[in-house]
């Protein structure tokens, strides 16, 4: 998750929002939607150190 999403509360909400550290954009935008789209819904829990929380909560449904 950490370096899926660098900049967690922007790319959850516009996944295609690419920053720097994403060396291949095209790649990391579809690998956001990938798991997106994937976990959405479902009672995963996440958590990652770019995210802003610390403990892991329930994937954003």
């Not at 990391?28 to 939607?33: E, F, G, M, Q, T």
């Amino acid at each position: 998750m950490a370096d899926l999403f660098h900049i967690y509360n922007v790319q959850m909400k516009y996944p295609e929002t690419a920053v720097s550290f994403d060396v291949d954009k095209k790649a990391a935008v579809k690998s956001r939607n990938e798991i997106i789209k994937k976990y959405k819904g479902t009672d995963t829990l996440i958590t990652g150190s770019h995210t802003p929380f610390s403990a892991p909560v329930l994937w954003v449904k």
